[in-house]
């Protein structure tokens, strides 16, 4: 019995050290992956801040004229972009996105262009209507896959297709904290009173057709630095979910072992016990 049970011990921990190993080299790749990452989300950052003040100001010039982007319509169906990950092993991260969506929608009829295979994965098989199933991996998607899909939205909300369009993704905050956001892209939100500068923006067209072509060219920017966001959350995530599986790992074999060590020992001081109590007969 004793020897049925330390070949059981020693399977086991040889299965975990597989398992062991195979976590760590996600580890590797994830803080390989990492630094790259950061690197695009910072460099995504200046274009959606310089962008999200010109649709401010546009939209501020705008102010009591009739614009389909800025104006309010009842609200009968929404479009959720959400951003979600490739594949799973990164602890709470797609999990989190979705449970977000659920809270925010309500009742409210919406579909979804899901960016992400776990995104597409868990609505296709939800049946939610998806307004795009083709971008399954988020950290191959550039800025020109981001300006087609900012059109293909913009066009869609014209088309009153949807009547509000939000954008669910992970913020990246630092190495031990993610958090999800549901942001309001269309209609644009009024602007807020700005104060008065020395240098005004000179428009060549007038500001309601030159906010009609810029809505476009915002959303594909916040899209992309969203994206950007949203990858280095993912594989922060995954560093942080494999290293501690690492660590469980390691300490599911030190426990392993000494179960091993000790019915060994057992194992050794039953035969010893034999051969005392035959050598005395």
Avoid at 68 to 96: H, S
Avoid at 184 to 213: F, G, H, I, S
Avoid at 229 to 257: H, P, Q, W, Y
Wanted: hydrophobic share 40%.
């Amino acid at each position: 019995m004793a020897g049925a049970s330390m070949k059981d011990i020693k399977l086991r921990i040889k299965s975990v050290e597989s398992t062991m190993q195979i976590t760590k080299a996600m580890q590797l790749v994830a803080t390989s992956k990492l630094r790259r990452a950061k690197e695009r989300m910072e460099n995504s950052k200046p274009y959606a801040q310089i962008s999200s003040q010109a649709l401010r100001a546009a939209v501020q010039r705008c102010a009591g004229q009739s614009v389909p982007f800025v104006q309010e319509r009842p609200v009968k169906n929404r479009l959720y972009i959400v951003i979600a990950g490739e594949r799973g092993l990164a602890g709470g991260y797609n999990a989190n996105v979705f449970k977000a969506l659920a809270a925010h929608c309500g009742d409210t009829p919406y579909c979804v262009l899901p960016l992400g295979r776990k995104a597409i994965e868990k609505y296709h098989h939800a049946g939610v209507e998806l307004l795009d199933d083709q971008y399954g991996r988020v950290e191959s998607l550039g800025v020109k896959a981001c300006y087609r899909l900012s059109r293909m939205v913009a066009a869609g909300y014209l088309q009153e297709r949807y009547d509000e369009v939000w954008l669910v993704y992970t913020s990246f905050r630092s190495m031990m904290s993610q958090e999800v956001q549901v942001e309001k892209l269309l209609p644009v939100p009024p602007a807020e009173e700005a104060p008065q500068r020395n240098v005004d923006t000179v428009y060549e067209m007038e500001p309601a057709e030159t906010l009609e072509r810029f809505v476009p060219d915002f959303l594909a920017g916040r899209l992309y630095s969203a994206l950007c966001d949203s990858f280095v959350s993912e594989v922060a995530s995954r560093r942080m979910a494999m290293d501690s599986a690492t660590k469980n790992a390691g300490a599911m074999i030190s426990d392993l072992t000494l179960r091993y060590n000790r019915a060994r020992q057992g194992a050794i001081t039953q035969e010893i016990t034999e051969i005392v109590a035959g050598a005395e007969e």
